[in-house]
Nanobody, 128 residues
Framework: QVQLVESGGGLAQAGGSLRLSCAHS????????MAWFRQAPGKERDFVAA????????YYGDSVKGRFTISRDNAKNTVYLQMNSLKPEDTAVYYC?????????????????????WGQGTQVTVSS
Protein backbone atom coordinates (compact mmCIF):
# COMPACT_ATOMS: atom_id res chain seq x y z
CA GLN A 1 0.00 0.00 0.00
CA VAL A 2 1.12 3.54 -0.74
CA GLN A 3 0.68 6.46 1.62
CA LEU A 4 0.77 10.05 0.42
CA VAL A 5 1.02 13.02 2.77
CA GLU A 6 0.75 16.55 1.44
CA SER A 7 2.10 19.65 3.16
CA GLY A 8 2.86 23.26 2.38
CA GLY A 9 -0.60 24.63 1.83
CA GLY A 10 -1.76 27.85 3.39
CA LEU A 11 -2.67 31.42 2.67
CA ALA A 12 -0.94 33.53 0.04
CA GLN A 13 -1.58 36.85 -1.60
CA ALA A 14 -2.26 37.17 -5.31
CA GLY A 15 1.05 37.26 -7.13
CA GLY A 16 2.78 35.32 -4.38
CA SER A 17 4.20 31.82 -4.21
CA LEU A 18 3.75 28.59 -2.32
CA ARG A 19 5.44 25.21 -2.57
CA LEU A 20 3.53 22.04 -1.90
CA SER A 21 5.20 18.78 -0.98
CA CYS A 22 3.91 15.23 -1.10
CA ALA A 23 5.78 12.51 0.75
CA HIS A 24 5.36 9.01 -0.67
CA SER A 25 5.87 5.86 1.36
CA UNK A 26 5.06 2.16 1.27
CA UNK A 27 6.38 1.16 -2.16
CA UNK A 28 9.42 2.07 -4.29
CA UNK A 29 8.86 5.67 -5.27
CA UNK A 30 10.74 5.47 -8.56
CA UNK A 31 8.13 3.22 -10.16
CA UNK A 32 5.31 5.70 -9.63
CA UNK A 33 4.00 8.51 -11.75
CA MET A 34 2.95 11.41 -9.53
CA ALA A 35 0.38 14.13 -10.02
CA TRP A 36 -1.40 17.04 -8.43
CA PHE A 37 -5.11 17.70 -8.77
CA ARG A 38 -7.22 20.39 -7.15
CA GLN A 39 -10.81 20.92 -6.20
CA ALA A 40 -12.38 24.30 -5.56
CA PRO A 41 -15.63 24.61 -3.58
CA GLY A 42 -18.59 23.55 -5.65
CA LYS A 43 -16.43 22.42 -8.57
CA GLU A 44 -15.10 19.17 -9.91
CA ARG A 45 -11.57 18.03 -9.21
CA ASP A 46 -9.22 19.21 -11.96
CA PHE A 47 -5.82 18.18 -13.21
CA VAL A 48 -2.96 20.51 -12.25
CA ALA A 49 0.32 18.77 -13.09
CA ALA A 50 1.98 15.38 -13.38
CA UNK A 51 5.47 13.96 -13.65
CA UNK A 52 6.63 10.60 -14.89
CA UNK A 53 8.56 8.09 -12.83
CA UNK A 54 11.95 9.40 -13.99
CA UNK A 55 11.25 13.09 -13.62
CA UNK A 56 12.13 13.71 -17.26
CA UNK A 57 8.58 14.37 -18.46
CA UNK A 58 6.07 16.72 -16.89
CA TYR A 59 2.58 17.76 -17.89
CA TYR A 60 0.41 20.71 -16.92
CA GLY A 61 -3.16 21.84 -16.99
CA ASP A 62 -3.76 24.85 -19.20
CA SER A 63 -4.65 27.14 -16.31
CA VAL A 64 -1.29 26.69 -14.58
CA LYS A 65 1.16 26.45 -17.48
CA GLY A 66 4.01 28.89 -17.06
CA ARG A 67 3.20 29.50 -13.39
CA PHE A 68 3.46 26.11 -11.69
CA THR A 69 6.32 23.63 -11.79
CA ILE A 70 6.19 20.01 -10.71
CA SER A 71 9.35 18.20 -9.70
CA ARG A 72 10.39 15.12 -7.79
CA ASP A 73 13.29 14.08 -5.62
CA ASN A 74 13.58 10.32 -5.87
CA ALA A 75 16.13 10.23 -3.08
CA LYS A 76 13.61 11.83 -0.71
CA ASN A 77 10.50 10.05 -2.06
CA THR A 78 8.87 13.43 -2.49
CA VAL A 79 7.11 15.32 -5.24
CA TYR A 80 6.80 19.09 -5.21
CA LEU A 81 4.55 21.68 -6.76
CA GLN A 82 6.07 25.14 -6.96
CA MET A 83 3.27 27.64 -7.46
CA ASN A 84 4.19 31.14 -8.59
CA SER A 85 2.13 34.14 -9.67
CA LEU A 86 -0.77 32.82 -7.68
CA LYS A 87 -4.28 33.97 -8.49
CA PRO A 88 -7.45 33.90 -6.37
CA GLU A 89 -8.82 31.27 -8.76
CA ASP A 90 -6.03 28.94 -7.64
CA THR A 91 -7.82 28.63 -4.30
CA ALA A 92 -8.66 24.97 -3.80
CA VAL A 93 -7.82 21.82 -1.95
CA TYR A 94 -4.77 20.31 -3.64
CA TYR A 95 -4.43 16.55 -3.79
CA CYS A 96 -1.37 14.46 -4.51
CA UNK A 97 -1.92 11.25 -6.49
CA UNK A 98 0.23 8.29 -7.48
CA UNK A 99 0.07 5.32 -9.80
CA UNK A 100 2.55 2.62 -10.63
CA UNK A 101 3.04 3.24 -14.32
CA UNK A 102 5.79 3.90 -16.80
CA UNK A 103 4.32 5.72 -19.77
CA UNK A 104 5.23 8.34 -22.33
CA UNK A 105 1.61 8.76 -23.37
CA UNK A 106 0.83 12.34 -22.40
CA UNK A 107 -2.93 11.69 -22.53
CA UNK A 108 -2.67 9.25 -19.64
CA UNK A 109 -1.47 11.68 -16.98
CA UNK A 110 -4.45 14.04 -16.60
CA UNK A 111 -6.93 11.18 -16.17
CA UNK A 112 -7.60 11.13 -12.42
CA UNK A 113 -9.34 7.77 -12.58
CA UNK A 114 -5.99 6.22 -13.54
CA UNK A 115 -4.45 7.01 -10.16
CA UNK A 116 -4.81 4.40 -7.45
CA UNK A 117 -3.48 6.34 -4.47
CA TRP A 118 -4.45 9.75 -3.11
CA GLY A 119 -3.40 12.00 -0.29
CA GLN A 120 -5.77 13.70 2.11
CA GLY A 121 -5.39 17.11 0.48
CA THR A 122 -3.99 20.45 1.56
CA GLN A 123 -5.82 23.76 1.40
CA VAL A 124 -4.43 26.62 -0.65
CA THR A 125 -6.13 29.99 -0.32
CA VAL A 126 -5.11 32.96 -2.43
CA SER A 127 -6.38 36.37 -1.41
CA SER A 128 -6.82 39.24 -3.84
Amino acid sequence: QVQLVESGGGLAQAGGSLRLSCAHSGRPFTTYAMAWFRQAPGKERDFVAAIDWSGRRSYYGDSVKGRFTISRDNAKNTVYLQMNSLKPEDTAVYYCAADRVISDDSSWYPRQYEYDFWGQGTQVTVSS
